[in-house]
């Protein structure tokens, strides 16, 4: 009997010290956080992924507005497109703003409102007009900044002269010669940056095919390594949430501009999460065409494009991720869309039922994740999923970017959180539906907030989110802003988990 208690104890701890021991707890509720600027850029995060471009202040979809300095009027497209440009407007709105295309580090196409493209016009009148769907060299226009001051430019044409305002209604390329970047030359603009974008698109295409692929390479093989996954295994974390892009499922050879070789990094991270018992949530954060505009959506220039005739190739991609992680025993679930917003909502729940179809033909047991529109009320899919199984909402939750936040003070913000918040997770919870705070964070609109004060809002989320019955994910793991940093927000005692 003594023998065969000491053989059962060798097992227990024989067991207890393999990585596969804490495989009974990796089932929902997760606690997780997201590995976000990994394998899907976010500038915001880490501005320095973009020091080495040249012109990196005009990336794919930076919105400039530019002033005539002869006649202090800013140049517009009429009627928002398809009609001349202009130089007679005071101040500058949407027809002023004008979205940079990227084809070399100083060569641009300028897109309009209505999305149409700036070019000369096709009677040979040397006339700027915005009428194409698609750019071609008669669409393409080289900037050229000044040395002393970046933001008075000209603009050369694809003639190889310059654009000029001959008067408020008249804007041509045919202006010749240098110039001596006085005020009153009518070849001077003034260049405002009103938005920039910087995801992977704007670095990718501001690289070049080369430089970035190193680039990348390089980050995705030191932003994250094994010894993070064993940091946040040992302090209390069972999952991450990973952010990839739709061009992932062409990894050998993703098309143009985007670089090869962010499919091994997630190989990697399955791996490392398997080895020290944990679970990998692949979230397809950038859908082609993108689905609500921002620079993690994969955008060019912030236009919404995702629709109807997208829907084939973004299941096709959910349909690469299911076929290759599907039976991985580390897979947590897989996310079919992160955060749409502006889509058309039949369209959205059109892509949901084919992708969650084809994640079953791979795995008929895997949670299939789909996200909440943030321009909706978070029960509008609730009716909608009752039809599935192990499928899961997500959510997500910031005391930011609304006014109602700006106002709050410490005790009303962890008041929303314990009521407000609780009230609406529990009601995306009352369907056969798991719910999933899919991102949060430790950062609000107060200002010079104590430490005593960020650790009480962040309890209170966790104590809250914990309530979600698929679990949470903090936003994000690393930033250069500490309280959106969940490593930092641990290590110094910010946060328990």
Known sequence: MEYRNYYLSFLLALWLSCPYSNLLAQTPPYKAVNLGNWLLTEGWILPSLFD??????L???TQVQLLSTKFQTYLSAENGGRDAIVANRGSASGWETFRLWRVNDSSFNLRVFNKQFVGLNNQGANKLVAASNSPSNQETFRIIRNNDDPLKIRIKASNGLFLQVQSKTSVSADYQGTTNWEESDPSV????????LQGEYQLTNGYGPDKASQVLKDHWSSYITEDDFVFMSQNGLNAVRIPVGWWIAQDTNPPKPFVGGSLAALDNAFTWAQNH???????LHAVEGSQNGNEHSGARDGYVEWGDSYIPRTVSVIESLAKRYG????????????????????SLKKYYKAAYDVVRKYNPNAYVIMSNPLDADSKVLLSFVSGFDKVVLDVHYYNLYSDRFSSMNVQQNVDYIRNERAS???????????SFVGEWCGEWSIQSASKEEYQ???QAQVDVYSNATFGWAYWTYKCQYNHWSLKWMIENGYIKV
């Open 456 to 458: 009480r809002y962040a």
């Open 189 to 196: 603009f003034r260049m405002k940056i009103v938005r920039t």
């Open 59 to 61: 990336l794919d979809g």
């Open 277 to 283: 018992g944990m679970k990998v949530i692949v979230d």
């Open 327 to 346: 039976n991985r025993q580390s897979l947590g679930g897989i996310e079919l869309m992160n955060e749409p917003q502006g889509v058309n909502l039949e």
């Open 52 to 57: 080495g471009i040249v012109n990196k202040d």
């Open 424 to 434: 609406y997770l529990s009601g995306v919870s009352s369907t056969n539906a798991l």
